[in-house]
């Protein structure tokens, strides 16, 4: 079939009214943003009332009226759904009194930025498209390496999470040993039975499965035992194994242990092998000066993760990578399509693209940039040091209710308890216990087992919350355990 110019013209015309449509004009735009901003006024004034858990799904089939169809709907019918069905189901993580596993963020200023971001939608994944905004990310990049003592010439990398963080670092840290893939069965990699599941996750996703993992002891506080660690590598080098990685947690998911990483560093060095420390959860703490000990040696990994949407208080899809050898974490990740040839004229900054495995890419640089920059640090270390307080408050305050046993005293934020009964099993007992708190979910907690005991967790981690939620708590367990 031919179609002459004349048809195509009468054609465009009518598809150009029809896909107008996806550029709104500014009273449309006005009024959305309105309604918009009423559900979250409405949304951020109830959070005090609300539940930080709800535990009945069944809001959730009303999402399948609203499969996607060719004639538009209301926004007012979608933020209906988005409160009934979304916002109202499962874990609040804008709660306060949410304190199970690692809660995250969620500051407003964020959404502002996440909001210009997308409307400017610039192309932050590469410098050559994005001067401004990748030269902004990798000032935020530079910011976190000072912070952890890093050269400014380290790289770094705003990822979508921790988990995602630790595979760049892995990945990197694989091709650096330089070893043929037939001899990845003879690697060693180093970690303890706490480190995040992450870690094992990435080692199978850059192919390590071979690999052998040598999970460390661990001490009574469950960090790392630096003797061990030592041992084993030791003994792997005489039997022609091929030690490459270590892997420590700054603040264990499960407890909140710090690994002691200056005495790991010390082995890491000995041995040359790479060092990466896994601060996901603990590495904002660093902003505490109070801290410094925690963080002695930190300067010396070779790569570091950090999550953004844990300890910065932002909301989730922000993590940082860190690594100190820039030449590595290129390699491993750069790549030159034909399509792209133009991109490679400016060197002036290293690009996103070039050291995570994402092309196109989340202005996250935005997100991160409009909190610290409105607030100051000052508010942010007020709500880290207050973290480790409630949590130090808690651990004191619940050992006052009888037949209570608490875990090791937390370095960070996170504690550990138990309900020891008299005349029943134990696990059982707390098993029951954390089901009872969170069918009614006033508060949210979450609970681990380490070493056939059952642990009921309290992870102080959100901004919001504050004196009131763990007073609370502690008035809830009184009166369950009465
Ligand atoms: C949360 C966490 C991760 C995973 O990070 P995500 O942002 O959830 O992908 C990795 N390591 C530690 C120690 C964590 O606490």
Known sequence: MTINSAQILEELRELEKSSRLLDPDQSIRKNWLKQVDEYVTGFLSDLPNNKAYNKDHSPIDAI????????????????????????????????GGHMGYIPGGGV??????????????????????????????????????????????AAGNLTSGGSISNLIAIVTARDAAKVKARDFDKLVIYISEQAHHSIQKAIRIAGLSEAVIRYIPLDTQLRMSVEELENMICEDESNGLIP???????????????DPINEIADSAEKHRLWFHVDAAY???FKLLPEMKEAFEGINRASSITLDPHKTLFLPFGTGA????????????????ADYMQD?????????????SPELTKHFRGLRLWFPLKLFGLEPFRAALKEKLLLCRYFYNEVQQIPNIEVGPAPELSV????FLPEDSDPNEFNQKLINEIQSDGTVFLSSTTINDVFWIRVAVVLFRTHLGHIEYLLEDLKNRLA
Request: with cysteine; net charge negative; aromatic share 10%.
């Open 244 to 258: 490459f990685l270590i892997n420590a947690s700054l603040g264990t998911t499960n407890t909140g242990a710090i």
């Open 282 to 284: 603990g590495g904002f």
């Open 64 to 95: 399948e009226e609203f499969d996607i169809a060719d004639n538009g709907a209301s926004l007012n019918q979608l933020l209906a759904l988005c409160k009934k069905s979304i916002d109202g189901v499962g874990i609040n993580p804008a709660s």
């Open 108 to 153: 407003y200023p964020s959404a502002l930025g996440d909001y210009l971001a997308a409307v400017s939608n610039r192309y932050a994944g590469i410098f050559y498209a994005a001067p401004g905004a990748v030269k902004l990310e990798n000032m935020l990049i530079k910011w976190m390496c000072r912070l952890m003592g890093f050269p400014e010439n």
């Open 415 to 418: 504690a550990m308890f138990r």
């Open 321 to 336: 990578v860190l690594v100190k050898d820039v030449k590595s974490v290129y390699q491993s990740h750069h790549y030159l």
């Open 343 to 355: 991109t490679t004229n400016s060197q002036e900054e290293i690009s996103p693209a070039d050291v």
